[in-house]
Nanobody, 124 residues
Framework: QVQLVESGGGLVQAGGSLRLSCAAS????????MGWFRQAPGKEREFLSS????????YYADSVKGRFTISRDNAKNTVYLQMNSLKPEDAAVYYC?????????????????WGQGTQVTVSS
């Protein structure tokens, strides 16, 4: 099993930055693909980014490409999402997820485990 705990959310002004962290427990983290998603009120959960188990491959949604950066530190069992140039429309609950098969899918259906989410609020 993998347990995921997100942190780093909060209130930021438009144009500002936040770095989200997702701490994982369990021995399979280093072999798991990881993803970040978000869900705003009244909207479906949206894929943002994913990273391979080695960190050598990353994907980004068009909506965040060039502004967000995903990374991971397997020694610390942690995956990060650096978010720059934040916009009011980035406000949502942000979730990390793990795919223990080692893939890095862009669909939430591909992930086995999910964190509880962290709130990001962006003021205009």
């Amino acid at each position: 099993q993998v347990q995921l705990v997100e942190s780093g959310g909060g209130l930021v002004q438009a144009g500002g930055s936040l770095r989200l962290s997702c701490a994982a427990s369990g021995r399979t983290f280093s072999s798991s693909g990881m993803g970040w998603f978000r869900q705003a009120p009244g909207k479906e959960r949206e894929f943002l980014s994913s990273i391979s188990w080695s960190g050598g491959s990353t994907y980004y949604a068009d909506s965040v490409k060039g502004r967000f950066t995903i990374s991971r530190d397997n020694a610390k069992n942690t995956v990060y999402l650096q978010m720059n140039s934040l916009k009011p429309e980035d406000a949502a609950v942000y979730y990390c997820a793990a795919d223990t098969s080692g893939d890095q899918p862009t669909s939430q259906r591909g992930y086995d485990y999910w964190g509880q989410g962290t709130q990001v609020t962006v003021s205009s």
